[in-house]
Antibody, heavy 121, light 110 residues
Framework: QVRLEQSGAEVKKPGSSVKVSCKAS????????ITWVRQAPGEGFEWMGG????????KYSQKFEDRVTISIDASTGTGHMELRSLRSDDTAMYHC??????????????WGQGTMVTVSS | QSVLTQPPSVSGAPGQRVSISCAGG?????????VFWYQHLPGSAPKLLVS???IRPSGVPDRFSVSKSGTSASLAITGLQTEDEADYFC??????????FGTGTRVTVL
């Protein structure tokens, strides 16, 4: 059974960047992709992008592609999501999750506990 | 900003049946893409509940079932229990946007 452990909460100033980590353990996590989604307070979830462990190929939602970089360190089983030029409306809970494909029509099988990012001056 | 629309809340007494709708469009659910449902308890990680062909991960009871018709899908919970009180959301795929999610529904057990 794959488990995902995310880094801790962050408080950032507008215009800065944040990098959230997601460490996979257990099971055969190398066969999965890591998907990143976020949920702003009172809102639904948004897909940001994803990357697969084997090939390190990242794909992004059009909404975020100019501000986000998703990367992976297969040697440690850790994925990273960096969001730049932060704005107040980026305040949200950010989750990583496993999926069979980077961008396909499949389920998010295992989720991390979430990382709260607060953007405030 | 959510592409799929759900009712904000539904409620029912223990033992009753409740249903949650997930309304989409021709570029997502209506295009034949699978719909997945998740349970989200506050402060916990969301949990995959059931896939569009009623495949449930190990440990998920068959009280949770799904259906789809046209551009909408539904999650039914039969024999409602107090531990079912949670947020539920749907997820599908959109031919233009990629993975898309529902607005979320809070289920209250009366």
């Amino acid at each position: 059974q794959v488990r995902l452990e995310q880094s801790g909460a962050e408080v950032k100033k507008p215009g800065s960047s944040v990098k959230v980590s997601c460490k996979a353990s257990g099971g055969n996590f190398m066969k999965y992709a890591i998907t990143w989604v976020r949920q702003a307070p009172g809102e639904g979830f948004e897909w940001m992008g994803g990357i697969n462990f084997l090939f390190g190929t990242a794909k992004y939602s059009q909404k975020f592609e100019d501000r986000v970089t998703i990367s992976i360190d297969a040697s440690t089983g850790t994925g990273h999501m960096e969001l730049r030029s932060l704005r107040s409306d980026d305040t949200a809970m950010y989750h990583c999750a496993t999926s069979l494909t980077v961008t396909g029509n499949d389920a998010l099988e295992t989720w991390g506990q979430g990382t709260m990012v607060t953007v405030s001056s | 900003q959510s592409v799929l629309t759900q009712p904000p809340s539904v409620s029912g007494a223990p033992g009753q049946r409740v249903s949650i709708s997930c309304a989409g469009g021709r570029s997502n659910i209506g295009a034949g893409y699978d719909v997945f449902w998740y349970q989200h308890l506050p402060g916990s990680a969301p949990k995959l509940l059931v896939s569009g062909n009623n495949i449930r991960p190990s440990g998920v009871p068959d009280r949770f079932s799904v259906s789809k018709s046209g551009t909408s899908a539904s999650l039914a919970i039969t024999g409602l229990q107090t531990e079912d009180e949670a947020d539920y959301f749907c997820q599908s795929y959109d031919s233009s946007l990629g993975r898309v999610f529902g607005t979320g529904t809070r289920v209250t057990v009366l």
